[in-house]
């Protein structure tokens, strides 16, 4: 295969996401895959991950479906790992080349650094420090932020008056919260966030599984959540983002992150992957998510279909190009 070749156009590639596949198929495929190039002494499978919500999946399934389309690279999928720390340890680990993350997870939950709010200086940090330390690149950012999102229910916070944080903490101690594992743990997460605005509620937070708080919420078992701000069950649940209002939380820019060794050794991996920056804005990026998790659809069928129609729109760009 010509890897340092030209990008491919959407006319000759592979239409992602096409015929629903299963997974086990899927799987089936990228092994044999894998056996053929190694036996004609092709290039290795370039391995995309993702951390273990909808989100990630969908963009882990963006990214492996727009290499597969602009490259001759064979793409081996490996999504829903699990958390940051599972997701980051297999990069160092060279068991992933790239995956999305977040720039103020990166800042605060790896690097372990106060959260500080000025974008631009959030992305350079990690930026470099993840060059320095492990050899890793950071992409231009997709486009959206996803920021934890404290959330209630929109009848019980027009009851209430709540419409920012600071109005949470004047109520905190007649309601209950619950929170996912990694935002008990987090450096940007419960503790901190609570020591800002001086959260009390009626008993410790309980920690939840990051897919059953929204429901939990929407059922009052509980009063308090914090979710993603790109969710887009925030809509279809009826539930209310509360401002922050003290400006805790960091800038969370998502962007690939990729270990330097492939890029370096295809450059059109680069060019392809840099033509995503910008591609994804929080109103595309919820669609997608409710599109899932609101209306059950199939991830790669609906990466699928943002893929082709980003291609169509890299077509149209080049043919008026000079």
């Known amino acids: 295969m010509a890897l340092s070749g030209p990008l491919r156009g959407p006319a000759a590639a592979r239409r992602p996401g096409a015929g629903g596949a299963s997974g086990a198929w899927r799987a ?7 056996c053929l190039a190694a036996c004609r002494g092709g290039p290795a499978p370039l391995v995309v991950g993702s951390k273990n919500f909808t989100e990630q999946d969908l963009l882990g399934e963006i ?17 829903h790992l699990g958390g940051t720390f599972i997701a980051h340890r297999a990069l160092v680990a060279g068991e992933l080349d790239l995956y999305v993350e977040y720039t103020g997870t990166a800042y605060t939950a790896v690097l372990e650094r106060p ?5 631009d200086s959030v992305y350079r ?11 890793l ?23 209430l008056h709540l419409s920012k944080l600071s109005d949470l903490a004047a109520q905190a101690a007649d309601l209950t919260a619950g929170f996912g594992y990694e935002f008990m743990q987090r450096e940007d997460g419960f503790r901190g966030l609570s020591d800002r605005y001086g959260l009390e509620f009626a008993g410790p937070p309980r920690e939840m599984d990051l897919g059953l708080i929204y429901r939990a919420l929407a059922d009052r078992r509980i009063d308090v959540t914090a979710g993603n701000s790109t ?4 809509e279809s649940l009826d539930l209310r983002v509360l401002e922050d209002d003290l400006g805790y939380f960091p800038p969370y820019q998502a962007a690939i992150v990729a270990r ?25 990026m919820r669609r997608l998510n409710a599109a899932v998790d609101v209306d059950g659809r199939d991830v790669a069928a609906v ?13 149209d760009t080049a043919a008026i190009s000079p």
């Not at 089936?28 to 894998?34: F, I, Q, W, Y």
């Open 28 to 34: 089936t495929a990228v092994a044999s895959l894998a």
């Open 63 to 79: 990214v492996a479906q727009w290499v597969d389309a602009r490259t001759d690279i064979p793409v081996r999928r490996r999504l």
């Open 115 to 119: 959260p500080i709010h000025d974008r």
């Open 125 to 135: 940090e990690v930026a470099s420090a993840y060059r320095s330390r492990w050899d």
């Open 137 to 159: 690149e950071w992409l231009p950012p997709l486009g959206f932020e996803n920021t934890f999102a404290i959330l209630v229910r929109r009848g019980m916070a027009d009851s």
């Open 231 to 234: 969710d887009g069950r925030i």
């Open 260 to 284: 330097s060794d492939p890029l370096r050794e295809h450059p059109v991996l680069r060019t392809a992957l840099v033509e995503l920056s910008g591609r994804l804005d929080t109103r595309t």
């Open 303 to 315: 990466a699928g279909e943002w893929v082709r129609r980003e291609l169509a729109a890299v077509d």
